[in-house]
Structures are given as structure tokens and as C-alpha cells.
């Protein structure tokens, strides 16, 4: 595109979007190991955490069913109890096998919380436990993965952030010359601590300037962008997590924060299932839609 090559940077993008047609980008590095683990600990039911639009919701329910494993989601929002079909991400999970909690937002926030979890095994069973978003240490350890050895070309790798655990795997896996950037989709640097605990460098930075006003939260100026990506690209983004971070990685090419000469590696890290439903909500807003 013609401001990278003004600027004389070099970005690539890895498209683990493209490794599973369902379980896309590090949702599927996220699993990985916890489905090892749950199939090791003799586990049939995976329960999980997640809003109405989740990319995990999604992956892990067709993770279970391709695995044999029953699922279960816990879904923040009572008012989705009796108009879940009407949402697309909902109605594929569904249709993968997955049963469905529907909670208070008061009671969602308890979801890390021992007597709320306890209280979930006492309705469902012996069930693994996967948190919000997928992140814990086997999951970290997916993600770690997704760098090779020929990616060491890179100076810097950046990364859409939600819970953190994709951008530590990350962290772990980069080489002593490389700086990893996360690009958080939402409002605040809570996430600094989440990535600390899993993270073994510092090397690395949050950009917490490019969230739209917080988790799930779009404007005209984004959407034009995605979609201007994609005419010159052919590659479609997602406009929650990787739309935002490679409208941000362009802004910083912009303002010259890259030195000319900088080689980025961006991760493309799925999430494409959510158009169809950001797309719905663009409607109503009388916004441009999303190119799918």
C-alpha cells in the first residue's frame, strides 16, 4: 500500500485466520493444549464464559463437538434467553452442540469467583473449566506457537489484545531482537498485569489508542478502513480485534514511529464469524456496512 512503501516499512501478515474453518486464529492455539488436558483428566464437558458476539464461544463449541466433548456457555446477558436464535454467533454454537447459561451481567462478573464456580460444577457435573476468552497458562503455551523460525526476520510483532493470553504466547515465543506490540480492543491498561503473569520478557508495549471507544465498539472511519483493506488486499478483517489493530499499526506508520527500514509481522488472529452480527448492528445505525 502506498504509505508503507513511502515510509519504507515492510508489513506481512499471518493469516492464522485460515487454519480452521471455525476454530480460526488463536482461538484454536488457545484450545490446543486444554483440549489435551481435559481429554487427559478423563473430562466430557467443556464450560465456558463469553458475550452474546464471542469468538471463543463460537471456536469452543465446535472444538467440542469435532472432539466428542459436550459444551456448555455461559452466556452474559439474561436478556438473550428468549431471542438467542435471533444472534448468529449463538445460533452456530448451538448448532454445534452447545448448551447455553444465560446469567446476569451482576452475576457475570462472579465468573472467576471459587463459590460461583463451585456452584456451576454442582449444576453440571465434572466439567473442565476454560475462563473467558481462553486465556490461561495452556493456552498462553498454544499461542507461543504461533511464531517460527523464519519469522525471526521480523523487528516487531504486533497483535490485537483481548484477555491477553495470545500477545504473552507471543512475548514468550519472539527472539531477543523483537519487540511484541499489542493493540488492546478494550478501554484501559488493566491489561498490562493479565499479561505479566504469563509473559517471561519485557519486551514489549501496549497501544491503548485504538480501542473506539471500547470493546465492541466501531465507527464510520474503522469500517471504511476494513473495507478499503480489502479491496487493495483481498483479505477481509474482523472489526473488533485485527481491523483495529492494523488501523492502528498504519496510524503509527504515519506518524513515523516505525524508523524506515522496520519490518512488522501482524498476526491475523481470526474472528471472523462476528461480521455477520456487526454487521446487523451497523444497519441499525444507518452505518456502511462491513464487505463479506
Known amino acids: 500500500m502506498p504509505l508503507l512503501h513511502e515510509k519504507g516499512i515492510d508489513l506481512y501478515l499471518k493469516r492464522e485466520d485460515t487454519i ?17 488436558e481435559a481429554k487427559k483428566a478423563g473430562k466430557q464437558t467443556l464450560l465456558t464464559f463469553g458475550g452474546a458476539f464471542s469468538n471463543h464461544i463460537a471456536a469452543t463449541a465446535y472444538a467440542g463437538y469435532e472432539q466428542g466433548l459436550k459444551t456448555i456457555g455461559v452466556i452474559r446477558g ?13 445460533k452456530l454454537a448451538y448448532e454445534h452442540g452447545m448448551q447455553f447459561h444465560f446469567v446476569s451481567r451482576t452475576d457475570y462478573r462472579l465468573k472467576n469467583e471459587a463459590s460461583f464456580l463451585q456452584k456451576l460444577k454442582g449444576t453440571y457435573g465434572d466439567i473442565y473449566i476454560l475462563p473467558e ?8 503455551k498454544g499461542c507461543s506457537e504461533i511464531l517460527t523460525e523464519e519469522d525471526a526476520q521480523f523487528d516487531n510483532i504486533c497483535c490485537a489484545a483481548g484477555t491477553g493470553g495470545t ?35 519485557d519486551r514489549w508495549r501496549l497501544v491503548t489508542d485504538y480501542h473506539f471507544g471500547g470493546y465492541a465498539k466501531v465507527d ?13 488486499t483481498g483479505i477481509p478483517l474482523d ?36 461480521i455477520e452480527g456487526m454487521n446487523r448492528v451497523l444497519k441499525k445505525k444507518k452505518l456502511p456496512l462491513l464487505d463479506v
Open 20 to 36: 480452521h474453518p471455525y476454530i480460526s486464529g488463536n482461538k484454536y492455539r488457545k484450545l490446543k493444549y486444554n483440549l489435551l
Open 78 to 90: 439474561e436478556e438473550l434467553q428468549d431471542k438467542w436464535q435471533n444472534n448468529p454467533t449463538l
Open 133 to 140: 476468552g481462553g486465556t490461561n497458562a495452556l493456552a498462553v
Open 167 to 201: 500477545v504473552a504466547g507471543l512475548i514468550n515465543a519472539a527472539q531477543p531482537h523483537q519487540t511484541v506490540w499489542g493493540f488492546p480492543a478494550l478501554k484501559g491498561d488493566f491489561l498490562n498485569e493479565e499479561i505479566r503473569t504469563f509473559a517471561h520478557t
Open 220 to 232: 464510520q472511519q474503522l469500517i471504511e478502513f476494513i473495507n478499503l483493506f480489502k479491496s487493495k
Open 239 to 274: 472489526p473488533i480485534y485485527t481491523g483495529k489493530m492494523l488501523f492502528g499499526i498504519f496510524d503509527l506508520v504515519k506518524r513515523d514511529v516505525f524508523v524506515s527500514g522496520t519490518r512488522i509481522l501482524a498476526i491475523h488472529t481470526g474472528g471472523l464469524q462476528g
